[in-house]
């Protein structure tokens, strides 16, 4: 993979949107953040910039990020995530999609009628462009503080090729990456979110993540 490449967060006004452009930005990513509000978009680069270490960091709305990234992330809420999707669809081609998002009803996590939120998105999106789920189990608090150690992440989805490029982007972050097999295993690790949230809730914690032991280094 380029040692410089562009990655477009739509929704990326959030908190798992902003913590990851700051992520991004430190190995000189070039990161867009997009938003339905490019003002709003616009305003939430200029908060991040003081923090930024390195890269480029521009806001603007989804479609305009989507055409200027080569990685799309959708980080948007589940409610959002379909007709998002829907509107993604006809300008993805040669991109690779990240999706992120874990259906959730209020903080409980719930099984989606496509199986999954990534196979939501891959219905849609068919074979315009592959999607691979990321980021589900990190803690955009740890996210955004850049020197802060991070989970380990699950990277699933049917494209293999497209997936090595995610686990590649998820050690630029700091993360370790591993392969969690097919779509078809993305509403374990969607679901592993739910559980998440409970032991926060449950021990006052912020930084809850996962790790796994005994595969890998
Ligand atoms: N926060 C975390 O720690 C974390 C960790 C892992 C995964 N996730 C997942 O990542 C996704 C984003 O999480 P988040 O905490 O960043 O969410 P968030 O802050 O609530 O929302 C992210 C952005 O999505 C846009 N948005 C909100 N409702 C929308 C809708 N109905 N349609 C389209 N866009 C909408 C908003 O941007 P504009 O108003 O600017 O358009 C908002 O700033 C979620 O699916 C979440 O489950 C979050």
Request: charged letters at 20%; one cysteine or more.
């Amino acid at each position: 993979m380029d040692a410089q490449f562009s990655v477009a967060i739509v929704g990326g006004t959030g908190n798992l949107g902003s913590a990851l452009a700051l992520r991004l930005g430190a190995p000189g990513v070039k990161v867009i953040i997009g938003s339905r509000d490019a003002q709003k978009a616009q305003k939430v680069v200029e908060n991040l910039k003081p923090k930024m270490r390195a890269g480029e960091l521009a806001g603007t709305t989804n479609p305009e990020a989507v055409k200027q990234g080569e990685f799309v992330v959708i980080a948007v809420p589940y409610e959002g995530h379909q007709q998002m999707v829907q509107d993604l669809k006809g300008q993805l081609t040669g991109k690779i999609v990240i999706d992120a998002v874990v259906p959730l009803k209020k903080i409980r996590p719930f099984v989606p009628p496509a199986g999954s939120a990534l196979q939501e998105a891959q219905q849609i999106i068919g074979d315009e462009a592959p999607v691979i789920g990321a980021l589900h189990n990190i803690s955009a608090v740890d996210l955004g503080e850049v020197d802060s150690p991070l989970g380990d992440v699950l990277v699933c989805g049917d494209n293999e090729q497209a997936k090595q490029k995610v686990m590649e982007i998820i050690r630029r972050i700091g993360a370790r990456p591993f392969d969690g097999g097919p779509a078809g295993n993305a509403y374990v690790i969607e679901g592993l979110t739910g559980i998440i949230i409970h032991l926060n809730r449950k021990y006052k914690s912020k930084h809850g993540s996962i790790k796994i032991t005994g595969v890998g280094d």
